[in-house]
Antibody, heavy 122, light 106 residues
Framework: QVQLQESGPGLVKPAQTLSLSCTVS??????????WSWIRQHPGKGLEWIGY???????YYNPSLQSLVTISLDTSRTQFSLKLTSVTAADTAVYYC??????????????WGRGTLVTVSS | EIVMTQSPATLSVSPGERATLSCRAS??????LAWYQQIPGQPPRLLIY???TRATGIPARFSGSGSGTEFTLTISSLQSEDFAVYYC????????FGQGTKLEIK
């Protein structure tokens, strides 16, 4: 059974870089079948797609966040990571990693991690 | 950016009754729409994709319809575990989500 698990600091200071990892178990992120994604949810609010990465390292980012975001694959090929620079209180959210099938007309997210709350505060 | 608008914000329905949730896109998205269910403290769960195809393991009481800009999620006979927040998401042009409809027990 494939599972995703987010990890990383729960508290980040303003203007610093938020760094999270997602561990994929039960499947390989080397597969061409999926895009590996980050999505966030501000407290009590809706969901915002941040971006995703393909097995070959190709990345796609939300245009509104593109200048601040980097998603990368871990060399172990069992994790992928998110870096969000120059954070503010507005970046306080639950961050989810999720999987999207890599085929046409399949832009939905069929598997999610449990999420991790990141608070930006001094 | 395609804006997704869900209505109502909160829907109160009795167990066993039918619930109808709406989602509107700011421009046509064909049938590139998904629905998710989120129980508090849990991640979203994919229910419907392609506007009307149930995801693996989703009960038949969940159905989706619509195309273009108007979409509906119907839950035919509400069970206790169905009371949650529901989100629609478009994937016609990048990815955006609605603000959610909270389905509560009447």
């Amino acid at each position: 059974q494939v599972q995703l698990q987010e990890s990383g600091p729960g508290l980040v200071k303003p203007a610093q870089t938020l760094s999270l990892s997602c561990t994929v178990s039960g499947d390989s992120i080397n597969s061409a079948r999926y895009y590996w994604s980050w999505i966030r949810q501000h407290p009590g609010k809706g969901l915002e797609w941040i971006g995703y990465i393909y097995y070959d390292g190709t990345t796609y980012y939300n245009p509104s966040l593109q200048s601040l975001v980097t998603i990368s694959l871990d060399t172990s090929r069992t994790q992928f990571s998110l870096k969000l620079t120059s954070v503010t209180a507005a970046d306080t959210a639950v961050y989810y990693c999720a999987r999207r099938v890599a085929a046409t007309r399949t832009g939905y997210f069929d598997l999610w991690g449990r999420g991790t709350l990141v608070t930006v505060s001094s | 950016e395609i804006v997704m608008t869900q209505s109502p914000a909160t829907l109160s329905v009795s167990p066993g009754e039918r619930a109808t949730l709406s989602c509107r896109a700011s421009q046509s998205i064909s049938t590139n729409l998904a629905w998710y269910q989120q129980i508090p403290g849990q991640p979203p769960r994919l229910l419907i994709y392609g506007a009307s195809t149930r995801a693996t393991g989703i009960p038949a009481r969940f159905s989706g319809s619509g195309s273009g800009t108007e979409f509906t999620l119907t839950i035919s006979s509400l069970q206790s575990e169905d009371f949650a927040v529901y989100y629609c998401q478009q994937y016609n042009n990048w990815y955006t989500f609605g603000q959610g409809t909270k389905l509560e027990i009447k």
